[in-house]
């Protein structure tokens, strides 16, 4: 049988050996017996002996559960028959350390059972967390937040309740407490916000629905041939879509939003006459070339180089035509570095 907490009181003997202990004396404080008693005596702290003591028991165990509780267990396999109505602590010494007693019976053992009492000790004075116990090998204490021990599974509604502070959850009842709350948090969402409600867009982000469903609002990225057009009004700029326009080299070519395309490359070979050169582009522009800009060469310093080039006609949109000239026949030219646009 399980009794509910009772309040021990310290005898005087016990209080003082619990206090020279504190103040640094070789002291024993282990609880190793228990005194049995099945007279209604009272627990005056002047006792030093169990009144009318029957038994007493040495196959205890005990912890300290809190700052002034023990939880203690008491265990007799003798075949007798015995009520209890009033208990002692002793210490290791022989010392009534604490007493306890009542008029009704405490517990009752008959001679086939095997007496197992689990009883929670309270302490007025505090001093719980100082005594120890000769034998934990069968200790089942009351589970705390700081105690491990026996613990009474909550029942469902006790877990909707939610106040209950000693008894341990199970998997089942946190499910239902969660599908409880859960129906509950969707009830209000659907009250708050009915279905029907839609979410819309504009611009460039579409996707727009009700909210029956999950919802995904997209914003596309424009493509390269968009990027090069410049005519959609539905698509975003990113990065990358710069990245698409451009061959970036010592010879490339870059396409503008709009159409617009840069081309450049140069040209590099010694020449001393005024020769004619066709510089074709590696990629031919779509539609048209407008303007090629040309910028002369030479490889080093010197007063002598006095050659510069022309560009021969209009360019087309394979590539252009350019004509070295020179009025000193001792010069010469390394070649040159152009520029083309068009579409």
Known sequence: MTVPSLSL????????????????????LTVSAVGLSNAAFVA?????????????????????????????????????????????????????????AQGDPIFEKSPRSMMHIAIDLVFPTGTATSLNFGDTNFL???????????????????????????????PRGLTDRLTAFLLTITALIAERVPMTRQIKTAGLAFGAQTLASDVTISVPSAT????????????????KNFGDLATIAATGSYTLPGGRIDKWGGYRGRSNSEI???????????????????????????????YFCQL????????????????????????????????
């Open 44 to 100: 005056a702290p002047t006792l030093t002996a169990v009144p009318q003591e029957f038994r007493r028991i040495a196959t205890i165990s005990g912890t300290a559960t809190g700052a002034d509780t023990v939880h203690l267990v008491v265990r007799d396999a003798a075949e007798i028959q015995y009520e209890v109505r009033g208990f002692g602590l002793f210490l290791a010494d022989g010392t009534l350390f604490a007493v306890y």
């Open 276 to 306: 004619s050169l066709r510089v074709p582009f590696d990629v031919p522009f779509p539609t048209a070339c407008f303007r090629v800009l040309l910028t002369p060469r030479i490889a080093s310093a010197n007063a002598s180089d006095d």
């Open 9 to 28: 009181v310290i005898t005087s003997a016990g209080l003082q050996r619990f206090t020279a202990a504190q103040l640094g004396e070789d002291i024993d």
């Open 224 to 239: 390269a041939a968009q990027m090069r057009a410049g005519t959609a009004g539905n698509a975003a700029l990113t990065p």
């Open 312 to 343: 021969v006609g209009d360019p087309d949109a394979a590539g252009f035509t350019v004509q070295y000239q020179s009025d000193d026949a001792n010069g010469g030219l390394d070649g040159f570095d152009w520029l083309a646009i068009g579409n």
């Open 140 to 170: 089942n204490p009351a589970a705390t937040e700081t105690v491990a021990g026996v613990v009474e599974l909550a029942t469902s509604a006790e877990v909707g309740t939610g106040t209950d502070a000693t008894r341990a959850v199970t």
